[in-house]
Antibody, heavy 119, light 110 residues
Framework: QIQLMQSGAEVKKPGASVKVSCRTS????????MHWVRQAPGQGLEWMGW????????NSAQKFQGRVTMTRDPSKNTAYMELSNLRSDDTAIYFCVRRRSGDYPFDYWGQGTLVTVSS | QSILTQPPSVSAAPGQKVTISCSGS????????VSWYQQFPRTAPKLLIYENNKRPSGIPDRFSGSRSGTSATLAITGLQTGDEADYYC???????????FGGGTKLTVL
């Protein structure tokens, strides 16, 4: 079955970086874009960006441009999201989400990774 | 402030019907298809409706979606206590070139 398995919770200090991994199985990794969505405590969902696993191209929300880096390792069917210069308001659960290119939904989600930013 | 506007909360009695609205603009809902997600506490969202009104396999027909102009609606009939969750609408915004979500609606089944 299709699975997106994310790395474990992280605690970081302000100004540091965090890298979250998303290991996929059960489908052809290159056939679906990988998106990242986050959810701050008690808040709604916020789209961060996408990565095209075929060529590694990326696009991110303007809010995160310059701070987010999305990469992949096709040999491991794994996507990565790195967020730098962390602030306290980056404390959130980060989800990787699969989506086919075009007008398609976010159909499979990772379980989420809690990132806590605290001094 | 979310690009798509949803009511913060809705409630209804078991067995009743409830609707959740999602209001956007010509650059998002007016141009792209809408999907809906159900989220229980401490779990990842789950796809409920896609392409405005289609249900993935396994989603009961008590859940339905529609879109008209720059708004979309999720309807849930025959409410059950197990439907208590947060519901989010989502689409693509062609002007921002970004994915956008509604702020979420908490459904309470009284």
């Amino acid at each position: 079955q299709i699975q997106l398995m994310q790395s474990g919770a992280e605690v970081k200090k302000p100004g540091a970086s965090v890298k979250v991994s998303c290991r996929t199985s059960g489908y052809t990794f290159n056939n679906y874009f990988m998106h990242w969505v986050r959810q701050a405590p008690g808040q709604g969902l916020e789209w961060m960006g996408w990565m095209n696993p075929n060529i590694g191209g990326t696009n991110s929300a303007q809010k995160f441009q310059g701070r987010v880096t999305m990469t992949r390792d096709p040999s491991k069917n794994t996507a990565y999201m790195e967020l730098s210069n962390l602030r306290s308001d980056d404390t959130a659960i980060y989800f990787c989400v699969r989506r086919r290119s075009g007008d398609y939904p976010f159909d499979y989600w990772g379980q989420g990774t809690l990132v806590t930013v605290s001094s | 402030q979310s690009i798509l506007t949803q009511p913060p909360s809705v409630s209804a009695a078991p067995g009743q019907k409830v609707t959740i609205s999602c209001s956007g603009s010509s650059s998002n809902i007016g141009r792209n298809v809408v999907s809906w997600y159900q989220q229980f506490p401490r779990t990842a969202p789950k796809l409920l409706i896609y392409e405005n009104n289609k249900r993935p396999s396994g989603i009961p027909d008590r859940f339905s979606g529609s879109r008209s102009g720059t708004s979309a609606t999720l309807a849930i009939t025959g409410l059950q206590t197990g439907d208590e969750a947060d519901y989010y609408c989502a689409t693509w915004d062609s002007s921002l070139v970004e994915g956008v979500f509604g702020g979420g609606t908490k459904l309470t089944v009284l």
